[in-house]
Nanobody, 113 residues
Framework: VQLQASGGGLVQPGGSLRLSCAAS????????MGWYRQAPGNRRELVAQ???????NYADFVKGRFTISRDNAKNTMALQMNDLKPEDTAVYYC????????WGQGTQVTVSS
């Protein structure tokens, strides 16, 4: 089983990053998929979700700034993050919804000047 998030890094406030997720078909196919994040000392939270048909939903704190997408043929998903803020600093994970036990290592996003 694979859930591999990548694309994180250090970016200044107002900058952009694009995260990618490669998932095993057993996790991905036909399921809602989501991007989650966890900041130090905080609980893991759902950031954005997308249905197998492309319907999307976003947490209020990222609406208008983040865009989730998926490629069903490749079992991949992406999160385009624009206008990043320091409070977006966290480890970002991809997983299905409801989540599977296989979280992977996530990818660190740090927003700092």
């Amino acid at each position: 089983v694979q859930l591999q998030a990548s694309g994180g890094g250090l970016v200044q406030p107002g900058g952009s990053l694009r995260l990618s997720c490669a998932a095993s078909g057993i996790i991905f196919r036909g399921n809602y998929m989501g991007w989650y994040r966890q900041a130090p000392g905080n609980r893991r939270e759902l950031v954005a979700q997308i249905s197998s048909g492309g319907l999307t939903n976003y947490a209020d704190f990222v609406k208008g700034r983040f865009t989730i997408s998926r490629d069903n043929a490749k079992n991949t998903m992406a999160l385009q993050m624009n206008d990043l803020k320091p409070e977006d600093t966290a480890v970002y994970y991809c997983n299905r919804i409801p989540s599977s036990p296989f979280w992977g290592q996530g990818t660190q996003v740090t927003v700092s000047s």
